[in-house]
């Protein structure tokens, strides 16, 4: 079993995340803890999925990581440097090497721009074409790669299917050659038969240009589909971490459980016989001091140093049963 | 079985600036007494058209060119706007899919789940509230007496869709539309709803009409399934019949497309290309351009049903006697085999047939 998982220790390390904290109105009354210490690695070149529920606090962690929020305390490091102490002048080039695609395909393009400059834009903010011909050129280039035609430089966003314009924000995106790409809930506002399509194109775009994605999503077998590993977060911390396969197959934290067994599958026989796990969140609010811990090799859960072997025993158990 | 609501030849267009856009083109379906049916189809297929027509909620500039909608012997489509009244929120009634827009920000939910009460005239104002309290307590809101008084704002989403569910439900409605009730909810609140909306439907034994399209919800909840393509009915059948022996190649590429939690391969299969405009539909079958089984009778005639057993039809020429035989792709055939695995061990009951294939009677 454990032969299919990467071995972290050979890769290098893109994104780290130490100990991250994110409180929105601090100090005060209506204090919010969207993060709560979190710590972890994004490799290059794997997709890591962060999944959980609506308040979870996952956008928070992509935003954090992309800078549009000061964390309250903790470090993010991107390839290497601390990205809170990157300086004003060479913030352009950071923002060059990171990404974002957006949920909602039909408010994160600007209605008044032409595709060609929605596209363009981060090639003149970047000054990366010298002049007008390369510019489009450039961009029917990008047009090409995400399954798009030359003439839909020239339209409005407005002109567009979701799944379309899903595609304009990947170009958008893409333009600038970024290694790190963020992609919030990039699918959940399409129709089932397209999601397909930018899933697929997201993967090929990925194997081409060697990318590194977080992928952030609450649809739990599209994640699995798409990840090598997976991070599931609840309440602003990390409830547990390993490779897609492990946390599919063999989950330890019962919050996980009652989430994997919550998903909906297309087979009539599984959903008359299914078995929903409810979730006693006292495991988290007890008022026990609880960490990341390594159960079995690359496999973390959120445990106390007691309920370690008791998680261990269930890992052992099922891989016994494998 | 006793059908309680019949839907026959169903065609509605919408004008617009750019002309007329046929939204819902010669639609046949039934609801039976006490059964879940799912309506399944990608955005812009006219299930949500459809339903809304049901309950005489169309937009002002859609147009009923044919077709009728049959509920307790009256044509639904003939009555007056006051009729419709009596008969939407206490017979029929709706619950859509966003919690958020769907109640009303500043009138207490107590008040919000009596209001079909009051309406319909049928009690006095506190017998109303005496029973949205008992229906909010059905619907699973702790502590619902002293919750009365309190605002939408201050529940959370899956709360507030129970509220919805509750208005929905107050009057003991004969049927219940649900236009995708959870595709805005967490999976966890998704399956509570799901749990809650079986559990309602065996107590106050209600038909559900539920339109998704999300698959694993459907699997969950339906009885039978129709799936719906440009404005048209292509495939319907009994929820096994549609999951594991699925015949149109529409609907093999939408159970294709979602990864199941054992989907090993390199590339999810994607339906390629975009559904067609409606203001000019095409003449043929018009999935044809998407297909990859069409032949070139699908660019020139629309399909008629065919047969697959008494309670399935699929609209698809590939299922004509002189069609050439096709292979459906890999993990339909596992589902066949599934099928008659399950069928075999009595888990399911074998679809009957009453005859071997053939077009049905009515088809054109």
């Known amino acids: ?322 | 079985m006793e059908k309680i609501l019949e839907v026959k030849d169903l065609q509605i267009d919408f004008d617009t600036f750019a002309g007329s856009v046929k939204a819902i083109r010669n639609v046949d379906f039934h609801l039976n007494k006490g059964e879940t049916l799912a309506i399944v189809g990608e955005s812009g297929s006219g299930k949500s058209v459809t339903v809304r027509s049901i309950m005489g909620l169309l937009a002002n500039n859609a147009q009923v060119t044919s077709g009728s909608i049959d509920f307790k012997g009256r044509d639904i489509l003939k009555l007056s706007n006051r009729e419709i009244e009596k008969i939407r929120g206490n017979d029929i009634s709706m619950i859509f899919q966003d919690p958020m827009t769907s109640l009303d920000p500043t009138m207490p939910i107590g008040k919000q789940v009596a209001e079909p009460l009051l309406i319909h005239g049928s009690m006095s104002k506190k017998k109303a509230m005496a029973r949205a309290e008992e229906v909010l307590e059905l619907v699973g809101i702790t502590n619902a007496k002293n919750r009365m008084k309190d605002y939408p704002h201050q529940f959370s989403g899956g709360q507030r869709q129970r509220i919805v569910i509750a208005i929905a439900i107050v009057n003991y409605p004969e049927i219940l539309i649900a236009d995708e009730p959870t595709t805005a909810l967490d999976v966890t609140i998704q399956a509570q709803i799901i749990d809650l909306m079986k559990e309602l439907q065996n107590k106050i034994e209600t038909s559900i009409i539920f339109i998704t399209h999300d698959l694993g919800v459907v699997a969950g909840i339906a009885d039978r399934v129709a799936v719906m393509y440009a404005g048209k009915i292509i495939e319907y059948g009994s929820v096994d019949e549609i999951f594991y022996n699925p015949q149109h190649p529409y609907t093999w590429g939408l159970l294709n497309s979602m990864p199941t939690l054992d989907t090993d391969s390199d590339r999810l299969y994607a339906i390629p290309g975009t559904p067609p405009n409606l203001l000019n539909p095409p003449k043929g079958d018009a999935f044809a351009p998407r297909n990859p089984y069409a032949m070139a009778i699908d660019y020139e005639a629309m399909p008629p049903f065919f047969k697959i057993s008494d309670t399935h039809y699929a609209a698809t020429w590939l299922l004509h006697p002189d069609a050439p035989k096709t292979e459906p792709p890999v993990a339909i055939k596992k589902r066949q085999a599934e099928f008659q695995r399950l069928v075999a061990e009595g888990k399911i009951n074998q679809p009957e047939y009453e005859e071997e294939g053939g077009v049905k009677d009515d088809a054109e």
């Open chain 1, 1 to 322: 079993m454990m032969q299919n998982n990467p071995q972290p220790q050979e890769r290098k390390k893109l994104v780290e995340v130490k100990h991250l904290k994110q409180y929105f109105n601090a100090g005060r009354r209506n204090e919010v803890k969207a993060i709560d210490d979190i710590s972890f690695e994004i490799y290059e070149g794997e997709t890591f999925g962060l999944v959980g529920e609506s308040g979870s606090g996952k956008s928070t962690t992509g935003r954090s990581i992309i800078r549009l929020y000061t964390p309250t305390s903790g470090e993010i490091e991107f390839n290497g440097t601390d990205i809170s102490k990157i300086k004003h002048k060479d913030m352009l080039q950071f923002r060059r090497e990171m990404q974002m695609i957006f949920q909602d395909p039909y408010a994160s393009l600007n209605p008044r721009m032409k595709v060609k400059d929605i596209i363009a834009e981060g090639l003149d903010i970047h000054h990366l074409v010298k002049n007008e011909a390369e510019r489009d050129a450039r961009v029917n280039e990008l047009l090409d790669l995400v399954g798009l035609s030359h003439d839909h430089a020239t339209r409005y966003p407005h002109e567009f299917s979701g799944g379309q314009r899903q595609r304009i924000g990947i170009a958008r995106a893409l333009a600038v050659e970024p290694r790190f790409i963020i992609a919030d809930e990039p699918i959940s506002a399409l129709d089932v038969s397209i999601q397909a399509q930018v899933v697929n194109l997201l993967r090929d775009i990925q194997k081409e240009q060697n990318l590194t994605y977080l992928f952030i999503a609450h649809d739990l077998s599209m994640v699995k589909y798409i990840s090598d590993r997976i991070a599931v977060m609840h309440n602003g911390r990390l409830m547990e971490l390993s490779s897609a396969d492990e946390v599919y197959n063999h989950p330890l934290h019962p919050y996980t459980k009652s989430l994997l067994s919550a998903v909906p599958l297309p087979d009539p026989f599984y959903e008359r016989n299914r078995h929903r796990k409810g979730y006693d969140d006292r495991i988290e609010t007890d008022g026990q001091l609880r960490s990341l811990k390594e159960i079995v090799p690359g496999h973390f859960v959120l445990a106390t140093e007691e309920e370690v072997a008791g998680y261990q025993a269930a890992a052992e158990e099922y891989h016994l049963d494998d």
